[in-house]
């Protein structure tokens, strides 16, 4: 195992020191807060983009979902939700050309989870509520072929504070099971990735009895079943937001840490296919906030991990895209953004070569916060 403790200011980074080219940037929303937090590249170069908005729909924030071409255009956008607040976390693609997304629903005397399907137009196939009698929310979705698996954080499932919350779905979306599988302190799942044995992976958060945490990843059997975990992470509050399979088999792990300099640092770490650590790194620049909020691999197994940081940029906190390679060393990391906060929440590969990348700004855009797309053409 090796951890590389990188203080990216060695590098002399500014914004987008790279191939990487804007091909187009684009705002969606109105004059309330509107954020995008997944984003899906579609088969005709288009997007499939889910977020929040408080522009439009029935109450005071709804689940924003919306379809794109290659050049931005917005060709039709939904929203779902009630008087209450509710909000889409993670968006998926169907083989028949529809979709699924997870968040979270207004219940009235707190929160549940949402499972939506849709079709290629974005009309409800059927909306589902999962919840227990305490506040749930769902992060995550992987579509299967018989069904849907979920994560997210449950308080009503009797472990802890909080516990990691794994949902098992039929293919109409009826709750076939579910797992916590927290401890005694607040936990939380984030992502969830099938792998090809039938199980799944997952990555969140552990607590400790100092009301800290660690990064958590762990590997679950077709039933949901827990075969191993890791825990990661130092002496303060450390996250993990997203994982993802790589190609040469193993995982990679992104999302920040509290425990490696004075501000928060962005975190990614490399498993093996057992859960064995190959080597963490922990990223900033000592003296600003960084986050990462999803990680993906490319054909390569570079890693890539998309979120923000204040260290860079044009003012406040702008959008950041990190690659490492496959020993864990810094490459490259653009970032974009205005005078205010900007923040990338997801990102996907486009068949180019470039990257679609999604996330909230206040720099650009008619209201308070806008949902921010940037396409670009090459590698960062």
């Known amino acids: 195992m090796r951890s590389l403790l990188l203080t990216i200011l060695a590098f002399g980074l500014s914004p ?9 940037k684009r705002t969606y929303g109105g004059y309330g807060v509107d954020r995008a937090y997944s984003v899906r590249q ?3 170069d288009g997007s499939i983009v889910l977020g929040s908005t408080g522009s439009f729909g029935a109450g005071g924030g709804d689940v924003y979902l919306f379809r794109i071409d290659n050049s931005g255009e917005r060709l039709w956008s939904r929203t779902f939700g009630g008087p209450g607040v509710d909000q889409g976390n993670s968006v998926r693609v169907l083989d028949d050309g529809g979709y699924v997304f997870v968040g979270s629903t207004d219940a009235g005397n707190g929160y549940d989870g949402s499972l939506v399907r849709t079709d290629d137009s974005g009309i409800a196939v059927f909306e589902k509520s999962i919840g227990t009698t305490d506040w749930d929310f769902l992060h995550d979705v992987q579509a299967l072929p018989d069904g849907f698996l979920a994560v997210g954080t449950s ?30 302190w607040s936990d939380e799942g984030r992502s969830v990735r099938a792998t ?6 997952l990555a969140g958060g552990i607590g400790r009895d100092d009301g800290d945490g660690d990064v958590v990843v762990i590997k679950v059997d077709a039933a949901g079943t827990e075969e191993w975990r890791t825990e990661l992470g130092g002496d303060s509050l450390d996250l993990a937001m997203s994982v993802a399979l790589l190609p040469g088999g193993g995982y990679a792990v992104g999302g920040w840490s509290d425990s490696y300099y004075p501000e928060r640092c962005m975190y990614v770490a490399k498993l093996d296919g057992q ?21 993906g691999a490319d054909a390569s197994g570079n890693i890539l991990l998309a979120g923000f940081t204040k260290a860079y940029g044009a003012g406040g906190a702008d959008f950041y895209l990190l690659t490492l390679d496959t020993d864990g060393q810094y490459v490259n990391g653009p970032t974009y953004g205005g005078a205010g906060d900007d923040q990338a929440w997801s990102f996907d590969f486009c068949a180019d070569g470039g990257f679609i990348v999604a996330g909230g700004s206040e720099s650009f855009g008619p209201g308070n916060a806008a949902a921010l797309i940037i396409r670009t053409n090459g590698q960062p």
């Open 196 to 201: 090809p044995d039938g199980g799944a992976v």
């Open 42 to 44: 579609l088969a005709d």
């Open 275 to 295: 859960g064995q650590l190959e080597w963490e790194n922990p990223l900033s620049t000592a003296d600003a906030d960084w986050e990462g909020h999803e990680v």
């Open 16 to 24: 987008f020191v790279s191939s990487a080219q804007i091909t187009w």
């Open 155 to 184: 308080y009503g499932t009797g472990n802890g504070a909080g516990d990691i919350w794994l949902v098992r779905t039929d293919l109409n979306g009826d709750t076939l099971w579910t797992r916590s599988l927290g401890g005694a």
